[in-house]
């Protein structure tokens, strides 16, 4: 046996005895120590007894604090640090985040993202309007799911590297006979993504969406391409595949379903996941128009449902509200996944195309001289305009656009081609759209094309804070960043701005060729176009001779 029994003493009941009554002056000190910190606090923000809800999707990840009255009103122009401690040590910032209580509205509402100290205990942040009452909440909600479409062979943005969960490679297509045609890309995951290849048709490809149609159109031949896809998987030594078959008309809504279910069934069988791409529902007078893609059982029959991107920039912001609540109404909010694009969308009558950002700002960007040749000479003065935002020719010029929430201009094409407007995708831009994900409890974020190609818009600037944070930013640019910079090589001339998309140039005395270059900015990136143009050298002409005077 190790020690031994122990007598039984007066003094061990005494002892006994004391060590209760110490125990109990303890407590008495510290419940006097708690309220007199708590009545005396002197920080900024001081525990509170409120018992308030956390926001639907997040946990406290610290208690909830009102601002001390004591310390009187912050002015607006004050920026106010502030130091809150976890509950628990956490390992990691992602998804941490400071949020006021509104009592008007009974909302928590997003103030910044919570900074993590090193020692993982305390969060920090800057308020510049102090909220009566705040906390520290993480995201739970099934959201951190950022998805990158990649072309095919094509390296990541870098922006995204470490951000990313999912990375779809534009790989495959389906062939008639059910078989899996092309070849799986090169990239490697590097453990910090899983690597999902996309199966795609859509109408860009002549002759795609009618294979599908046909495949899909009896038990058979749908079976065998099931048979074919999970082969492929299997080969391929994948975790989980994409389908991609856009386009589709809705006489297909059945059997694309039923296709769906039984690849689903099959591939879960083998641990495998199934995501899906469609094409975003429309709005069509008093309903949402799903077409041919059942969204409620596709949401039973895949693990994540992506919203392919929706082009019409103009009525976005009216009608996504309403596509994003009637889809989450059927399906798990956490299973829809959001698609934004890094391209500009150019409208005009009844077409929609995209470009890259930097195409659109070669538009934006072009100048034209508004003088004949033999006009211009020199130490004169001569008018140069931006040819798509003169607005001295009826145009808008680059500026924010509140109804649409992105950097746009519209112009005139050449020969009687009418009007078009072109909205760019950026820093800016994207932020609003991932409100939305916020708003209604989506899975997270996907992004159309993420691979790291420079004239593409910046939008992983945006993305990065609102993946580890899970709080979107909502700037608009400075409208002085928008307006045009006008600038004659060498300094030949003076030039100024006349604040309507055009400048007045005074030529140089000396004749000869000189380039003006127009610089402009999306709000994040500047883009220059130029013009030469021809100065030649003033003629004066002789004053005449007069005529000797008759009779002198």
């Not at 993480?138 to 990649?150: D, F, K, Q, W």
């Amino acid at each position: 046996m190790y020690g031994s029994p122990r007598r039984s003493t007066n003094y061990g009941r005494v002892a006994a005895l004391g060590l209760i009554a110490l125990g109990v002056v303890l407590i008495v000190f510290w419940l006097a120590g708690r309220m007199c910190n708590s009545s005396s606090c002197e920080d900024f923000y001081c525990p509170s007894d409120r018992n308030i809800a956390a926001l639907d999707g997040y946990e406290f990840a610290s208690r909830i604090f009102t601002y001390n009255k004591d310390k009187g009103a912050v002015s607006g122009n004050t920026n106010l640090g502030i130091t809150v401690k976890l509950s628990k040590p956490v390992s990691d910032g992602q998804s941490l985040t400071f949020f006021g209580y509104v009592d008007e509205t009974r909302t928590w509402e997003p103030i910044t993202p919570a900074v993590l100290e090193p020692q993982g205990k305390v969060v920090t942040a800057t308020f510049t309007s102090p909220p009566a009452i705040m906390a520290v909440m993480r995201r739970t909600a099934p959201g951190g799911n950022t998805v990158a479409y990649l072309p095919h062979n094509t390296p990541l943005a870098k922006g995204a590297a470490g951000h990313v969960s999912i990375v779809h490679t534009l790989d495959f297509k389906p062939l008639a006979d059910g078989t899996i045609d092309g070849d799986l890309s090169t990239l490697k995951t590097d453990g910090s993504f899983e690597l999902y290849p996309v199966i795609s048709a859509n109408n860009r490809n002549r002759g795609d969406v009618a294979i599908v149609e046909n495949i899909l159109s009896n038990a058979d031949s749908r079976s065998n391409h099931v048979n074919k896809i999970v082969q492929k998987v299997t080969e391929s030594n994948l975790k989980g595949i994409d389908i991609a078959y856009m386009d589709l008309t809705v006489t297909s809504r059945t059997s694309f379903t039923l296709f769906v279910g039984e690849l689903y069934d099959k591939l879960h069988a083998q641990s495998k996941q199934l995501t899906l791409t469609l094409p975003s529902p429309i709005k069509a007078q008093n309903r949402i128009d799903e077409g041919a893609y059942d969204w409620a059982e596709l949401g039973k029959r895949a693990d994540l449902l992506k919203i392919a991107p929706y082009r019409d920039q103009a009525t976005y912001r009216l009608t996504m509200p309403d596509i994003l609540a009637d889809l989450s109404a059927k399906v798990q909010p956490g299973k829809l996944i959001l698609t934004v694009s890094p391209y500009a969308t150019e409208t005009g009558g009844d077409t929609i195309s995209t470009m890259p950002l930097a195409a659109a700002m070669a538009i934006a960007t072009r100048v034209t001289v508004r003088a004949n040749a033999d006009e211009i000479v020199t130490s004169s003065l001569v008018k140069v305009a931006g040819t798509n935002i003169d607005r001295d020719e009826g145009l808008s010029g680059l500026r924010w656009s509140p109804e649409t929430a992105t950097v746009a201009f519209s112009y005139k094409q050449p020969q009687g081609g009418g009007s078009r407007t072109v909205y760019l995708e950026n820093f800016f831009s994207i932020g609003f759209k991932l409100e939305m994900i916020r708003t209604y409890h989506l899975g997270g974020v996907a992004v159309e094309d993420a691979s790291d190609d420079p004239f593409l818009g910046d939008i992983w600037s945006a993305l990065v804070p609102f993946v580890t944070s899970g709080t979107p930013i909502l700037f608009q640019p400075n409208a002085q960043d928008l307006a045009p910079k006008w600038k004659v090589g060498n300094n030949q001339g003076t030039i100024e701005d006349t604040g309507r998309g055009s400048a007045n140039w005074s030529t140089p005395a000396q004749p000869g060729s000189y380039t003006i270059s127009l610089t402009l900015s999306d709000g994040v990136a500047l883009f220059e176009n130029s013009v030469d143009v021809s100065v030649k050298a003033k003629t004066v002409s002789a004053s005449p001779t007069p005529s000797p005077t008759a009779g002198r």
